[in-house]
């Protein structure tokens, strides 16, 4: 029986413990809960975009409509439970810098955890306030705008209100049209990720179409909804979202949001050379920008 034990031990990649160290546990996350599964499931959330609010380990109302707008946004059953299908998505959809936001609390320091920014510029800073509960700032609605996966969802599926921006605290920072600061960083990431290679026509036409996809009650009405949704972009399918983007992708996104659309109100583009799915190419197209169509 040793014998056995011992050759399973060697069979199984060390990897794997490591990954399940530094993920969620096999409980149900719900409201009223406490503990390093929270602080995990606020973390992911905020990453993303969808979390507001601090990052404490308790699950109150921001985490819950958080978690929900989630779910909404990624077409899964809305519930407000963090289940093993939900964990699992949120593992595959983010990161989670375990040391950073442990340090942080433990050290009761302000600090936050958003995706594209670079997270040693995201805490260390004067200790916060006690009492300071998460979820604190009013919630809205956020409309009737769905995505191609639930649009017509009704009752339980409808989408969660949203949280309020939490205020910006780069003081010299521009913020065009509502879009915050982690907007313009997460669609920096997509066009370097998607066009880097592309004119710079070409990039600020992959923003246009994000920012075009916010615009349509077809799609995700966030920007992370929009470039998380499943399969919309390779970018994130192939990890390459998370390169480091560089200014001119940046200034592709600041010139989509300012007005500028070379694709005529596109939607949807794709690589004439490696696509090879007969719906895209059904698409009405309107031109082509560099090495992609876009389309309709």
Same mark, same amino acid.
């Given at each position: 029986m040793v014998t056995v034990l011992v050759l399973l031990i060697a069979i199984v990649p060390c990897?794997?413990?490591?990954q399940r160290a530094e993920?969620?546990?096999?409980?149900?996350?719900?409201?009223?809960?406490?503990?390093?599964d929270v602080i995990e499931l606020q973390s992911r959330l905020q990453y993303l975009g969808f979390y507001n609010g601090k990052i404490d380990g308790v699950f109150g109302w921001g985490?819950?409509?958080?978690l929900r707008n989630f779910q909404y946004e990624f077409g899964m *059953?809305?519930? $407000?439970?963090? &289940?093993?299908?939900?964990? +699992?998505?949120?593992?595959? #959809?983010?990161?989670?810098?375990?040391?950073?936001?442990k340090k942080n609390i433990n050290e009761g320091k302000k600090?936050?955890?958003?995706?594209?920014?670079d997270i040693n510029k995201q805490g260390g800073g004067?200790?916060?306030?006690?009492?300071?509960?998460?979820?604190?700032?009013?919630? *809205?609605p956020s $409309?009737?705008? &769905?995505?191609?996966?639930? +649009?017509?969802?009704?009752? #339980?599926?409808?989408?969660?209100?949203?949280?309020?921006?939490?205020?910006?605290?780069?003081?010299?920072?521009?913020?065009?049209?509502?879009?915050s600061q982690n907007d313009i960083q997460l669609m920096a990431n997509a066009v370097y990720g998607e066009a880097r290679g592309e004119p710079y026509e070409g990039q600020v036409a992959v923003a246009a179409v994000i920012i075009n996809r916010l615009e349509s009650a077809t799609f995700p009405n966030t920007v992370s909804g929009v470039i998380f949704e499943p399969l919309a972009f390779t970018a994130v399918a192939d990890g390459q979202i998370w390169l480091t983007p560089n200014e001119t992708a940046r200034k592709a996104?600041?010139?989509?949001?300012?007005?500028?659309?070379?694709?005529?109100?596109?939607?949807?583009?794709?690589?004439?050379?490696?696509?090879?799915?007969s719906w895209i190419w059904g698409r009405p197209q309107i031109k082509k920008i560099g090495k992609h169509i876009f389309c309709k």
């Open positions: 990897s794997h413990f490591e993920a969620f546990s096999n409980q149900v996350v719900q409201q009223g809960a406490v503990g390093d985490t819950y409509w958080a *059953k809305v519930d $407000g439970l963090a &289940g093993q299908q939900t964990k +699992a998505k949120l593992v595959k #959809a983010s990161k989670y810098h375990k040391e950073h936001v600090f936050t955890h958003y995706g594209g920014t004067t200790a916060a306030p006690k009492n300071n509960q998460s979820g604190a700032q009013g919630n *809205k $409309g009737t705008q &769905g995505n191609n996966q639930g +649009a017509n969802q009704q009752g #339980a599926n409808q989408p969660a209100p949203k949280q309020q921006a939490a205020p910006s605290k780069v003081t010299a920072a521009n913020t065009p049209n509502g879009f996104v600041l010139d989509a949001i300012n007005g500028m659309d070379p694709t005529g109100e596109a939607t949807y583009y794709f690589n004439p050379d490696t696509a090879t799915s």
